[in-house]
């Protein structure tokens, strides 16, 4: 019997929260370095059969892994190009949306003193004494903004290089990764590895299927709304769409706040609210479980604790790697013995969940799409 199964069940649980406690202190020191790394991972994962069929072709492996690369960004270009017109002109209306949003402010103060009986010069005080501390502490934030931009941009510099060493080394990578571990764990690290290729292309293509609906439903209905930025508004819901939950949440506080200064019809806000959070739920419901999670096969609380976690060691980078990085670490403990609870506990089994009539006729009609495409 093995020491390790011979300890008690507490100090079991004492060293795997111990090893999680360092890897979580890793992860927030060496974010730097991790980020820019992970996002090439991902990027990589997502290129590798645009390379792999381009060698086939008896094309040289750096020129397959340029061509790739140049079609990821060629398509990144066009979708900004697409967007240009909306951007531009959001961009050069921001001045009025801030003389707006004073208007709106100032109505708000006279509101909370005829309610309130809160005198204007009061609020004021308030709002004076906060902007103190704030720049009490402006050095902070400062150093942070600048940071974050070096950040992005090391970002920018540094995943293509990435991107471009791990496509070209893959197999050099692969043959470390068997000659580090026991030749009869070969076959669980060939199952990490295939599970994990697989596991983040469908995550990356079901996100962009995903993306894909999203943006054009919330685009449609802003456009028949007559909302402004419609296309901008319906492409940046769908973007920050990834962050579970809060991230629909913030994309309807921004463009409520723009449609107040935008529009004349107070209508307008409700039904923009009615109009995303009708398609948020279609998404969490039907949309999220069929295209994204039953590609990752982890359930709702684990994905939304990860995000908070990601993005408390993280930032924003965070909340988009930390989906994939949760299905990862479910890989890891399924092919091991000891970790196969936790990997129990992400797991999206929901065997004994009563299930409404509308989920189980959905997922009726899907298994007999399936096994007609079968047949």
């Known amino acids: 019997m093995k020491l390790y199964d011979r300890w008690p069940l507490y100090v079991k649980l004492g060293f795997q929260f111990l090893v999680i406690f360092f890897i979580c202190y890793f992860i927030y020191v060496s974010q730097n370095i991790l980020i820019p790394f992970a996002f090439a991972v991902l990027l990589s994962v997502l290129l590798l059969p645009i390379v792999v069929f381009l060698e086939s072709k008896n094309i040289g492996r750096v020129l397959s892994i340029i061509i790739a690369l140049l079609c990821a960004s060629g398509f990144v270009a066009f979708i900004i190009y697409l967007l240009s017109n909306q951007i531009s002109v959001f961009v050069n209306d921001v001045p009025s949306i801030k003389q707006h949003l004073n208007e709106h402010f100032f109505a708000a103060q006279n509101w909370i003193k005829n309610r309130l009986h809160i005198s204007v010069s009061e609020q004021n005080r308030y709002l004076a004494e906060q902007a103190d501390k704030l720049k009490a502490t402006g050095t902070g934030y400062i150093r942070s903004t600048f940071f974050s931009i070096s950040e992005a941009l090391m970002l920018l510099i540094l995943m293509p290089i990435y991107c471009f060493l791990l496509l070209y080394y893959r197999l050099h990578i692969r043959n470390f990764l068997f000659a580090i571990f026991k030749k009869e764990l070969k076959e669980d ?9 697989l596991m983040i292309r469908n995550y990356m293509v079901g996100i962009v299927i995903e993306m894909s609906i999203i943006a054009f439903a919330n685009s449609v209905g802003l456009l028949i709304l007559g909302i402004k930025y419609a296309i901008f508004f319906g492409v940046l819901s769908a973007v920050l769409n990834i962050i579970p939950y809060l991230g629909m949440f913030t994309a309807t506080l921004f463009t409520v706040v723009v449609t107040l200064t935008t529009s004349a019809h107070t209508s307008d806000v409700i039904w923009i609210v009615v109009i995303f959070y009708g398609i948020h739920m279609i998404d ?27 993005g408390a060691l993280t930032g924003i980078s965070g909340l988009f790697l930390s989906v994939p990085a949760v299905a990862f670490i479910k890989i890891l403990c399924d092919q091991i013995d000891s970790l196969k609870p936790w990997g129990m506990l992400m797991g999206a089994d929901t ?13 009726q009609l899907s298994k007999l799409r399936s096994v007609q495409r079968r047949k």
Request: proline share 4%; charged share 15%.
């Open 189 to 197: 690290v060939q199952n990490v590895i295939i599970k994990s290729r």
């Open 284 to 310: 969490v419901n039907i949309l999220m479980p069929n295209i994204v999670s039953s590609r990752l096969q982890i359930n709702v609380l684990i994905s939304v604790l990860g995000v908070v976690i990601g």
């Open 351 to 363: 065997a004994g969940i009563p299930q409404g009539r509308i989920t189980k006729k959905i997922r």
